[in-house]
């Protein structure tokens, strides 16, 4: 009897041992693991962000010899106005500023396809708008320093930027200035 006890006390013992040895490692391994996921993740992402912009441009690029057609409108919206009637509204950007957004509505164009815009004929965003969208763009990196862009909203007939013919061309402006 004594003997059946104290076999199963090592028994139990080693178990809990092994257990524990066990679950001790497997946490520093998935720790590791969360730190290489973490790493990769960021780079992977860091990589992307660096790369962006040129495979925006080159997937997405802007027609050459386009120019406005069609029935779809645009208008940019700042905090000191909007580009109605060919105005250009101002947007003053502080800095310190990452990224920051202006409104857009799109109107006339065709709900069954793509839009693309683009600022200063480069590749932002692609949407599908129809008779009326109010949405938003990110501006950051070379659109926030002080100047003035032109943001174009442009349809393909077959949604293929890179073979379609222009059906809907439109354009507005909008102006950066520095922030005090």
Request: negative net charge.
């Amino acid at each position: 009897m004594k003997k059946t006890i104290m076999m199963l006390s090592v028994l139990f013992l080693s178990i809990g041992l092994l257990a524990a040895c066990g679950s001790s490692d497997s946490k520093k391994d998935n720790s590791n693991n969360a730190n290489k996921t973490t790493t990769t993740e960021k780079a992977d992402k860091n990589e992307s962000s660096k790369s962006d912009t040129s495979q925006a441009e080159s997937k997405y690029p802007f027609p050459e010899n386009a120019s406005p057609t069609g029935k779809g409108k645009i208008v940019i919206s700042t905090p000191s106005g909007t580009s109605e009637n060919g105005n250009v509204p101002v947007l003053i950007v502080e800095p310190d500023t990452a990224m920051t957004q202006i409104g857009i509505d799109l109107s006339n164009f065709d709900g069954s396809k793509q839009t693309y815009i683009y600022i200063n004929k480069i590749f932002n965003t692609a949407e599908q708008v129809g008779e009326m969208t109010q949405t938003s763009l990110n501006l950051e990196g070379e659109f926030l320093k002080p100047g003035t862009y032109t943001v174009t909203a442009i349809q393909f007939d077959n949604d293929d930027p890179k073979s379609g013919k222009v059906i809907n061309y439109t354009e507005a402006k909008y102006e950066v200035k520095k922030g005090a």
